[in-house]
Nanobody, 124 residues
Framework: QVQLVESGGGLVQAGGSLRLSCAAS????????MGWFRQAPGKEREFVAA????????SYADSVKGRFTISRDNAKNTNHLQMNSLKPEDAAVYYC?????????????????WGQGTQVTVSS
C-alpha cells in the first residue's frame, strides 16, 4: 500500500511559480512511477507530468512542456512538480498518483494510488 499527500498549492499571480510536493509512504517508493494530474471544475482529469521509478524518464503534457518540471527524491520518498510561468488555465486541483509499472504513464486509469489533491489558483 502507498499513501500520497500533496502540498504546496495556493494562490499565485499569472507568470508566477509554485512548487508542489508529494509525500509518499512505504519502503518501496522507488519502485513506483509517479504522475501529476489536474482537474478543473467541469473538466475531466488530465495528465500533467510523470516520472519513471528511477527518475530517468519524464513525460509532460504539451500544455505545460517547458514550464513545469517533475523530479523525485527517492531517499526522501517525495516527488515535486515545479510550476513556472503559470497561466490562469493552469488553475485546478492537482493530484499526485503512483503506479507500479513504467508504462502508460499519461493514462490516469493505470495509476493505483492517488492523493487527495491540492488546489492551485492562478489570478490574472
Amino acid at each position: 500500500q502507498v499513501q500520497l499527500v500533496e502540498s504546496g498549492g495556493g494562490l499565485v499571480q499569472a507568470g508566477g511559480s509554485l512548487r508542489l510536493s508529494c509525500a509518499a509512504s512505504g519502503r518501496t517508493f522507488s519502485s513506483y512511477a509517479m504522475g501529476w494530474f489536474r482537474q478543473a471544475p467541469g473538466k475531466e482529469r488530465e495528465f500533467v507530468a510523470a516520472i519513471s521509478s528511477g527518475g530517468g524518464r519524464t513525460s509532460y503534457a504539451d500544455s505545460v512542456k517547458g514550464r513545469f518540471t517533475i523530479s523525485r527524491d527517492n531517499a526522501k520518498n517525495t516527488n515535486h512538480l515545479q510550476m513556472n510561468s503559470l497561466k490562469p488555465e493552469d488553475a485546478a486541483v492537482y493530484y499526485c498518483a503512483a503506479k507500479s509499472w513504467n508504462t502508460m504513464l499519461t493514462v490516469p486509469g493505470g495509476y493505483e494510488y492517488w492523493g487527495q489533491g491540492t488546489q492551485v489558483t492562478v489570478s490574472s
